[in-house]
């Protein structure tokens, strides 16, 4: 964390591991993806604009094919989106409910500064299960590496980050709802699928997930099937609660990707609208 009088910033973590840390190449990494991820969507002819995305967060040698087929989705709608609401696992600090980070005014990445919506706290700041609690973000990557992939695809936006520990589908849930906005919010849930399975296994597995996410069943989906089962979960409630439908971008794995196949981690991306 690096402090500029009063302003801090989120320093990145996974800058030149998970993702180049030289600018230059990032944007050209992200650009790829992005291409051929739009080569893909004109085949589907799919143009409206998401309310939701799930998107995987791994390294993007590994994640950055499928995630890109979820943020080709927001290239056209640039200038409607000014607010992003992310939600993601905690991978390393243990912690019951929702966290947010009230120190950082911004997150940095190679592609310069991401402000961070610190007044939309204060819409869910008296809900019991959200607390402000930094531990968890300090050395967490599901969120960050997001944010390449939106600074090319939306330019300027503004992110209100959650970290989600042991909770309640409907706990997450509220948050989502009291946060939910109009055609300027979308709301990313950061989660990658099935770990260190087979390829035959992991395939399978995937797929009974992506079936329960098309079908809007969160009580379908445990931590067994993905990392971030819990605002996975919440996300598909609140949608079943809106009437949103769920369409699958894109499914595969590390297997499929960039690694061998005796154990790999599966990797979906989801839109909903």
């Not at 919010?185 to 597995?205: F, G, K, P, R």
């Not at 996300?235 to 790999?264: I, Y």
Request: glycine share 8%; hydrophobic share 40%.
């Amino acid at each position: 964390m690096t402090s500029t009088g009063k302003a801090t910033s989120r320093e990145t973590i996974v800058a030149g591991i998970f993702y180049p840390a030289n600018a230059w190449e990032l944007r050209r990494a992200v650009w790829s993806f992005l291409a051929a991820a739009k080569t893909a969507k004109a085949k589907t002819d799919r143009t409206e604009m998401p309310k939701a995305l799930i998107v995987p967060h791994a390294g993007y040698t590994y994640s950055g094919p499928i995630a890109s087929s979820a943020y080709a989705q927001l290239t056209t709608h640039a200038g409607k989106l000014s607010r992003i609401v992310l939600l993601g696992p905690s991978h390393h600090v243990p912690f019951t409910g929702l966290a947010y980070n009230s120190a950082a005014a911004t997150f940095l990445t190679p592609l310069g500064a991401v402000p961070v919506d610190q007044e939309a706290y204060a819409e869910v700041y008296d809900l019991p299960q959200v607390r402000c609690y930094e531990a968890p973000f300090i050395g967490e990557h599901c969120l960050e590496v997001q944010l390449p992939f939106l600074q090319i695809s939306l330019g300027e936006f503004r992110i209100v980050p959650f970290l989600v520990g042991a909770a309640a589908t409907e706990e997450v849930a509220q948050v989502i709802a009291y946060l939910w906005g109009g055609v300027e919010t979308l709301i990313v849930v950061s989660s990658d699928l099935s770990h260190y399975l087979d390829y035959e296994h992991a395939v399978a597995m995937d797929a009974e997930t992506t079936r329960a996410i098309e079908s809007l069943r969160p009580e379908a989906i445990t931590s067994t099937h993905a990392c971030g089962h819990v605002p996975l979960g919440s996300l598909l409630r609140e949608a079943q609660h809106r009437g949103l439908k769920a369409r699958t971008l894109d499914l595969r794995n590390s297997g499929d990707t960039a690694g061998p196949r005796d154990r790999v981690v599966g990797y979906g991306a989801y839109a909903f609208s």
